[in-house]
């Protein structure tokens, strides 16, 4: 009977997690990636793309993009229902330091996930690739 | 029926592969979420011969889902086959991960609670805890598959992200619901990839789409009487390989380091990621 009991108590959970979601309401919009960029502590925004000058950082970043990005904010940045574009005034305007911290942090209410498990050389190379389709 | 047929066809066409990022362990787990909205499939074969036993593969499915950037679920289906013995479904379980903060810390906490619905036969060893030994894979499937096990499992995963280094760590606390007390265990795991920078011609066999590492996972005794006298441990280097956009192997043969552990048990991990499945939970706003 308590089998049962747990059995039954683990579906409506996954039940409930399921109404949840579909009860969701996606907008894209420029103010909240504005937001996040702008949160930025000062010194993290203020900091230098090491590999600005690499010529090859903003291919490589393209290749990441596409592999982790696209599928959320559209092969050519275009955004889609689930995230914004990044063809943006915020994202044009933020600084090297700005999109570098944001990539590292993501900002969990949104969905935006914190890609630290990617190493920081290809946070900057990702950081390349977006300044360069400004 | 066709306008079904015709829902159906539309949603797999916004169904895209996605990479996310794939924890290189197999027993522990690191602070990264599934991306929300994506599902995971993952087949996770195990191959072992404990002594005084005969040899088996198990293996246990797993389907992961990102509910929202702060919760992803899973479940769990297992099964195994013992040679001159018997091929058994053992069980599933039900798992929720909840990421406590936001951003990136020196060190991310994640909540894990889980149900777990088996018999005895289990091999998978997808934790080990209490005083978890090579007996119980040894025992014949005709004995420990009577015994069935309800369990719950909460686990303090703590993650870091250091200098392209992942560090995590696990406490592992288990409560079977038939009053045996609260078993303990842990499990540790440090990774790499080859190379910390992309190179920009797309490849296969570059460095960067490996990923090194080791995890450590054991026993630590049981309520009342803490431990690692009389516990299994292991140590398992692992190698993951990001084959393609969304299809991840990983490889880790696990030596059994005391005279309770099995004396190798060899993982192999097969995943793949779909992204923009479902709904999810929060967005932009």
């Keep these: 009977m308590r089998r049962i009991t747990l059995a039954c108590a683990a579906c409506v959970g996954l039940g409930l ?19 996040s960029l702008a949160g930025a502590p000062t010194d993290q925004g203020a900091r230098e793309n090491p590999l600005a000058s690499d010529p090859n950082a903003a291919r490589a970043g393209g290749k990441l993009y596409a592999r982790h990005c696209a599928s959320c904010h559209g092969a050519d940045l275009q955004g889609t229902r689930r995230a914004p574009g990044l063809r943006t005034e915020a994202v044009g305007q933020a600084s090297a330091g700005e999109i570098e911290w944001f990539l590292r942090n993501g900002r969990m209410r949104t969905g935006m996930p914190s890609w630290s498990g990617l190493p920081e050389a290809r946070r900057w190379q990702i950081v390349s690739f977006l300044q360069s389709k400004r | 029926m066709l306008r079904a047929l015709l829902s159906i066809a539309a949603c797999a066409a916004c169904v895209t592969l996605a990479s996310a990022q794939e924890r290189a362990y197999f027993v522990a787990y690191d602070h990264h979420m599934e991306e929300p909205g994506s599902l995971e499939l993952s087949l996770n074969p195990v191959f072992g011969h404990p002594e005084g036993g005969n040899a088996f593969a198990a293996a246990w499915l797993e389907v992961e889902y990102g509910l929202a950037g702060w919760w992803t679920s899973e479940l769990y289906l297992t099964g195994q086959t013992t040679r001159d013995e018997s091929t058994l479904f053992t069980g599933w379980r039900f798992e929720n991960r909840f990421r406590i903060l936001d951003g990136d810390r020196p060190v991310n906490p994640v909540l894990y609670v889980e149900y777990e ?16 030994n090579q007996e119980d894979l040894a025992a014949p499937n005709a004995e420990s598959s009577q015994r069935t096990e309800q369990e719950v499992e909460l686990k303090l995963i703590l993650g870091s992200d250091v200098g392209g280094w992942n560090v995590s760590e696990n406490a592992i606390a288990v409560k079977s619901l038939h009053g045996e007390p609260w078993e303990f265990g842990y499990a540790l795991g440090a990774s790499r990839p080859l190379a910390l920078a992309a190179s920009p011609a797309p490849c296969r066999f570059c460095l960067e789409n490996f990923r090194v590492g080791a995890e450590l996972y054991g026993g630590l ?10 516990t299994s441990h292991y140590l398992a280097p692992v190698v993951s390989w990001e084959v393609g956009k969304a299809t991840t192997l990983r490889l880790s043969p696990a030596f059994g380091l005391t005279s309770s552990s099995a004396p190798l048990l060899l993982r192999i991990g097969f995943t793949y990621e779909f992204g923009n499945v479902g709904p999810r939970i929060g967005g932009w706003r």
Excluded: R
């Design chain 2, 221 to 230: 005794g049981e309520q009342g009487n803490l431990t690692l006298s009389g």
């Design chain 2, 117 to 132: 619905d088996g018999t005895g036969a289990a091999k998978t060893v997808q934790e080990v805890v209490g005083f978890d």
């Design chain 1, 17 to 35: 997690a399921a109404a949840a979601a579909m009860t969701s309401e996606i907008e894209i919009g420029d103010p909240e990636i504005h937001l």
